[in-house]
């Protein structure tokens, strides 16, 4: 399709009149009845910003009628993406048995620095707002700091708690975020069977 036709076919989706797009852009209608026709080899800068504006369209269609392309705006901006993988479910309750085959992917922005997710089973977690199915993203570390959410393996089972430890006592408390379960704890040589996978630095829940 070319270019001329692109404007036109552009003006009447967003109803607009000859003389509207003119005044917008800062052109007489005759100016833009031009352009509509295919006589736009002298259109300057100025002039294709101005009318991709009015006629919401990226300007690079203005200039190569390359049509598909996202509008352009100074406050509008894509959404850069990578994949985290996705390793299988973490109770958020009683321990489950805890799988590290890369099940699948899960795409989220590039502020979230996670080495992988889990996804989120039980209610034990529900005050700390995480709830049942939602993606829960770790960063693999082999501690974390006291009262800090951690995806936590115990004897091959995964659990997603709050972690705190007494070295005075060699105590290890795995705390729920919800009132109806207790605390898991540990000391002296239990905690040989406890690894601290990582931190819990974000999670994501279905909007519904």
């Known amino acids: 399709m070319n270019i001329g036709t692109i404007i036109k076919n552009r003006r009447l989706e967003l109803d607009l009149t000859l003389e509207e797009v003119g005044k917008a852009v800062g052109v007489g209608k005759s100016t833009v009845q031009k352009w509509e026709n295919g006589f736009i080899s002298n259109m300057g800068r100025d002039k294709i910003a101005g009318l991709a504006t009015v ?79 939602d993606v829960v993203f770790i960063r693999e570390q082999p501690m974390v700091e006291n009262g800090e959410i951690a995806a936590v393996i115990i004897d091959d089972e995964a659990t997603l708690k709050r972690v705190y430890y007494d070295r005075n006592d060699n105590k290890l408390v795995l705390s729920p975020e919800n009132p109806k379960y207790s605390p898991f704890v540990y000391v002296g040589e239990e905690l040989n069977a406890i690894r601290i996978l990582g931190k819990a630095i974000a999670f994501q829940s279905d909007v519904i």
Do not use: W
């Not at 006629?55 to 200039?63: A, R, S």
């Not at 805890?98 to 005050?127: H, P, Q, W």
């Open 55 to 133: 006629l919401q369209i990226n300007p690079v269609t203005l200039i190569t009628g390359e049509q598909n392309i996202s509008p352009q705006y100074d406050n509008i901006f894509p959404i850069k993406t990578h994949k985290i993988p996705l390793l299988g479910e973490i109770a958020c309750g009683e321990p489950i048995f805890a799988s590290e085959d890369k099940e699948s992917y899960v795409e989220v922005g590039t502020e979230i620095r996670a080495d992988f997710c889990l996804k989120a089973k039980g209610d034990s977690m529900i005050n700390a707002r995480i709830m049942d199915g």
